[in-house]
């Protein structure tokens, strides 16, 4: 069964919104989540790195007051879309890695955003 | 910097056929391989992964040696199964939990 779990699974929502995604792993504590993005046809693309009790670091690029990341406990991560506009529509996908340094990581099933 | 280049799909293959996925790397020093299978409406799985060079890692019958002479971890199955259909992703370890990923290949297996 799943160890990570992705809420919600698909949203749309105006554009001017703000989404909130959750990513928990279940049975297990992580201390560090990750959150990708995904395009059509393209690969993911690591958005930031969660940490749980600091502040989330954020990969080259993406905008850290757009994309608002908590780690309020050890097995839950959010991101939050801000005023949200359709070029925010993707997938994204949040991942844990396993506890056991094998360099594994647990993904969620992915939240799919449309903003209209 | 590090990448991964896959082979553009979508590949679509008849069932019993012999499967090959192509991946190259570019990367510093000798990173960990692996192949993520991602099921429709699932979240990306581990399917296998090699950590040094002629290193094979294979499950569920698929294979992928890990050539560091050409850059390469090419996944391959003697013979797919119509449950196969997925989409895989080719990655490697660019630090001690952070992987960077290909472009995922569409594989569809037909009856």
């Known amino acids: 069964g799943a160890v990570v779990s992705q809420h919600p699974s698909w949203v749309i929502c105006k554009s001017g919104t703000s989404v909130k995604i959750e990513c928990r792993s279940l049975?297990?504590?992580?201390?560090?989540m990750f959150w990708y993005r995904q395009f059509p046809k393209q690969s993911l693309m690591l958005m930031a790195t969660?940490?749980?009790?600091?502040?989330?670091?954020?990969e080259q690029g993406v905008e850290k007051d757009k994309f608002l990341i908590n780690h309020a406990s050890l097995t839950l991560s959010t991101l939050t879309v801000t005023s949200a506009h359709p070029e925010d529509s993707s997938f994204y996908i949040c991942?844990?890695?396993?506890?056991?340094?094998?360099?594994?990581?647990?993904f969620g099933e992915g939240s799919r955003l449309t903003v209209l | 910097g590090n990448s991964v280049t896959q082979m553009e799909g979508p590949v679509t293959l008849s069932e019993e056929a012999f499967l090959t996925i192509n991946c190259t790397y570019t990367?510093?020093?000798?990173?960990?391989l692996f192949w993520y299978v991602q099921y429709p409406g699932e979240g990306l799985q581990l399917l296998l992964k090699?950590?040094?060079?002629?290193d094979k890692g294979s499950n569920k019958g698929f294979e992928a040696t890990y050539r560091k002479e050409t850059t390469s971890f090419h996944l391959e199955k003697g013979s797919v199964q119509v449950s196969d259909s997925a989409v895989y992703f080719c990655?490697?370890?660019?630090?001690?939990?952070?992987?960077?990923f290909g472009s995922g290949t569409q594989l569809t297996v037909l009856p």
């Open positions: 991942s844990a890695p396993s506890g056991r340094n094998t360099g594994e990581l647990f």
């Open positions: 049975d297990f504590q992580a201390t560090t």
């Open positions: 969660s940490n749980e009790g600091s502040k989330a670091t954020y």
């Open positions: 990367a510093t020093g000798y990173p960990s």
């Open positions: 090699a950590t040094k060079a002629d």
């Open positions: 990655a490697l370890r660019r630090s001690a939990r952070q992987l960077t």
